[in-house]
T-cell receptor, first 110, second 115 residues
């Protein structure tokens, strides 16, 4: 099956710093999404971004489908950005099955 | 607007017992799904439904049953609980299928321990 690799697995930042999270996938996809899980377990869908670039406030995401990777940028990080970030994909030509990466834990210290 | 509601939030089962995790959404979403989250594994799809009366298996369906008799409800049944089913379970919904780009909404999770 498709492999979804996220890096780095863990990242610790000081408030105000910028960060880039990377998601590599092993096959062509027609759906890529980014999610944030806060320290209390709540999951939020951040972006649907199968290709191109999107921005939402301090967060932006870019997917280069031909090179099979996506990047999530967090600028001027805040403590509320802490948690685990997941990317998830659906294989091109596949079914409805969203395949998640293992996640990347971000800790933003005040 | 309640969104996606899961019950119970916490449950301890003995090996061999059965139980049902309830999931309800009030957003008139067609697509609903169940995931389990284990440490270091991310979320894995158990079962999903693209509409009332239609369900299909995900990545890890063994030991679980689902049905979708109404648009609003998508219960997950554990037929004979095993310690390997100790996990956090999330129900999710979106207006249409996951490839459509609609926002996916998650419930708050159900923490299940099988002893």
């Amino acid at each position: 099956g498709i492999q979804v690799e996220q890096s780095p697995p863990d990242l610790i930042l000081q408030e105000g710093a910028n960060s880039t999270l990377r998601c590599n996938f092993s096959d062509s996809v027609n759906n890529l999404q980014w999610f944030h899980q806060n320290p209390w377990g709540q999951l939020i869908n951040l972006f649907y971004i199968p290709s191109g670039t999107k921005q939402n406030g301090r967060l932006s995401a870019t997917t280069v489908a031909t090179e099979r990777y996506s990047l999530l940028y967090i600028s001027s990080s805040q403590t509320t950005d802490s948690g685990v970030y997941f990317c998830a994909v659906i294989l091109q030509g596949g079914s409805e099955k969203l395949v998640f990466g293992k996640g990347m834990k971000l800790t933003v210290n005040p | 607007n309640a969104g996606v509601t899961q019950t119970p939030k916490f449950q301890v089962l003995k090996t061999g017992q059965s139980m049902t995790l309830q999931c309800a959404q009030d957003m008139n979403h067609e697509y609903m799904s169940w995931y389990r989250q284990d440490p270091g594994m991310g979320l894995r799809l158990i079962h999903y439904s693209v509409g009332a009366g239609i369900t299909d298996q995900g990545e890890v369906p063994n030991g679980y049953n689902v049905s979708r008799s109404t648009t609003e409800d998508f219960p997950l049944r554990l037929l004979s609980a095993a310690p390997s089913q100790t996990s956090v379970y999330f129900c999710a919904s979106s207006l249409l299928w996951t490839g459509s780009g609609n926002t996916i909404y998650f419930g708050e999770g159900s923490w299940l321990t099988v002893v």
